[in-house]
């Protein structure tokens, strides 16, 4: 057979029950979704169960395992030409503490479904092809997420990413060496060939309408802010309003005017979330003496994310003057928008198109890995519609069987492309 | 003497004492506040070591001890016509997590105090004398403020009293049992001839002038709400905003919309407080599903307070409709508005010119013991100023000596009148 040829496909039922069982590893009774969840947090027992399983899995299919400093592994699947440098595929197995199973697994197993589907068909390519399981991509243990393949494109130096710590003050380098993953291969990493990533969209856009593949543009601007507010405790039926520094309040007004920000358009796809509040000291009848307030902001366009941040920081300003509290503001995260290059979109698109998929342009409103290997060589991603409005982080995040198969055909034939023919 | 010698003054160093020494039972150091505060929760051992310390020094002042059957106690001074309803005074020895040692206590111990001066002077009154120590006025241990009290005066029934639960599940009955509180007055209690309760004030008013006595007109109508909002989680960087669901946004306009009926001065003298609230999942880049606020409303004005919780309704209603959540509201206590009687105003308005302390009319904030016998009989309050805005609930309220003793010099003068001459 020749190796573009458009009947190829990928074992959908293999795919499938390999998401499965790895989803068994860290699996928890979530209460309040009422199913099993998934808790695989990086570097933990459970992180290193499914590495193992995947590993296991990585050298049956043939692949040479190597890890590098940071736990990042690459399973090669060799080339005709072994001296080109590899097409990389791949994502995480790493997981936040209340996830589904789709959420990084989807992008790793579906690399290594591309080389067992390559396997079964006798192919070749010219340039090996490598599948990547990247550590700690969700930041849910230490704080940044996308660490190890931020580490491996060179944004991210090793030892500060081996000093981070998580809640208890373990740090990533203790985690790394008691389990014998700080490998052999250097970081920054050679660069690859081409990177490709496939990856459950984690939002509405494809679920909502009838496309079968999202064409990644690239990834968002992101920028956490960790807000810290101070008034004074007071009782709640002794003080006059005129005599209060109210922090709730405070914390309040910054939220809905985020709203308001988003609403008027003025920042074009700026989102802006305040995820976490936590009141001090948290009582029916005592006036908020601190809030804790995280916001997360998204923009595809780094100047009017920069304009954002701007008119935020004129709104803490106007809050802390109109309530009498003093806020700090300090940020946590701060990536630039990714653009993937129009070669990797048209490659993904092309090849939706030729295996009859619709496709949809969008823009990633999550981090993902490829949005660091982009540094290193042309990237892109392929996203697939998820269930309920693209619930994520969740445990009742899900994709269907056919929508995965979808995304690691086009994968498969995308990888195809860049990789090359070897033995036609 | 005469036993309306305007001289005549309590011992103001011995109150003080045993303001000192109450405040080592239950004492806890605080690390936010860098002191120490008083943790003595209702029904606790502490409060019981409480208890029992007071009411040594009551039987060591002659007085007859009998407790009621939600561990009410009353200790009562002889009077030259036993018949008569006796003259109360009191307040409680139970207190917040974090608090200080005056609030209730200063009532108590003031009571106390009037008692020792009388048998130092040899003054014998035509009523008798009955100090007052109420079972869980702050509601912070089973839920309801005013408890004991409310028992007392027979707005709230014995048998639910003694069913009500605190966080681990334990009943205000079994407490009783244990500690051989349940005693043999029956509930409601006999009225008293009038009730009179010394407390700081809990607030900035006196603090910020010269006053030294608050005249207290009333208490406050106080309505607790509870809210639960149930949107949808969503991750932050790949939902629109018109796709969102946010438990969070609309806890903040619920904020907002309160504040700004609050300044419009279209409801009197409102007060309204979001003293607590948790987010769920309560992670920086989860749109929040879920958010638990409690609304704290105050108001003079019945009438007023009316009008207020029928608007919150409809603010909460439009929300609603705005964000696409949806609000459950459960009221978790609601006491009317209490007008205490012009002649116990003017009788401790009275007294304290004539000690020649500056005194000033105002309402309660907070509720009271008072604000509940004042169903039985004839009731007033003096106030007295705190320190740092009257800050109370917390280990740093503070009234000096000079403010304490004032305020017992009053209640000392007005019991006096209010018993009558027993032995001139």
């Keep these: 057979m020749t190796i573009h040829d458009s009947s190829l496909r990928i074992d959908a039922e293999r795919l499938w029950r390999s998401l499965d069982e790895l989803g068994s590893v860290g699996a928890y009774f979530d209460e309040d979704a009422g199913l099993h969840g998934v808790r695989r947090l990086a570097l933990t027992d459970a992180d290193i169960a499914g590495r193992e399983l995947v590993t296991g899995w990585m050298r049956a299919a043939g692949l040479a395992v190597t890890t590098d400093r940071v736990g990042n592994i690459y399973a090669r699947r060799a080339g005709a030409d072994n001296a080109a440098a590899p097409v990389m595929v791949g994502s995480h197995i790493d997981s936040v503490a209340t996830a589904g199973r789709f959420d990084g697994c989807l992008g790793v197993l579906g690399g290594l479904e591309v080389v067992r589907t ?110 810290r507010i101070t008034g004074r405790a007071a009782h709640a039926g002794a003080t006059p309003q005129r005599l209060r520094r109210n922090a709730g309040l405070a914390a309040a007004l910054i939220t809905v005017r985020l709203d308001e920000m988003v609403e008027s358009g003025e920042y074009g796809l700026l989102l802006a979330t305040v995820g976490r509040q936590v009141n001090y000291p948290n009582l029916i009848n005592i006036v908020p003496e601190k809030s804790l307030l995280t916001v997360d902001l998204r923009n595809p366009d780094g100047a009017a994310m920069a304009r954002a941040e701007a008119d935020l920081a004129t709104c803490i300003a106007e809050v802390e003057k109109a309530t009498g509290v003093t806020i700090t503001s300090r940020v946590t995260a701060k990536t630039p928008p990714v653009a993937f290059p129009d070669s990797m979109r048209d490659l993904v698109e092309k090849h939706a198109s030729n295996l009859g998929m619709s496709c949809e342009r969008l823009t990633s409103g999550a981090g993902h890995d490829a949005g660091e290997i982009a540094a290193l060589c042309p990237s892109g991603m392929i996203f697939v519609p998820g269930l309920y409005d693209g619930i994520s982080h969740n445990p009742r995040e899900y994709s269907t069987p056919e929508a995965c198969a979808d995304g690691i055909d086009v994968l498969l034939h995308a990888v195809l492309e860049l990789a090359g023919s070897g033995n036609e």
Tied chains: 1, 2.
């Design 118 to 227: 390559l396997n079964d068909h006798g192919i070749t390519t010219e340039h090996p092809i490598e599948v990547a399981i990247f550590t700690e991509e969700e930041g849910a243990r230490f704080g940044t997420d996308m660490l190890g393949s931020a580490v491996a494109a060179g944004r991210i130096d090793l030892d500060a990413a081996r000093a981070r710590t998580d809640s208890a003050g373990v740090t990533v380098g203790s985690e790394l060496d008691r389990h014998g993953l700080a490998g052999a291969v250097e970081v920054p990493i050679r660069s690859p060939h081409a990177y490709l990533e496939c990856h459950i969209e984690q939002g509405p856009i494809l679920s909502t309408g009838d496309t079968r593949i999202g064409v990644v543009q690239g990834v968002q601007a992101i920028t956490w802010l960790e807000l």
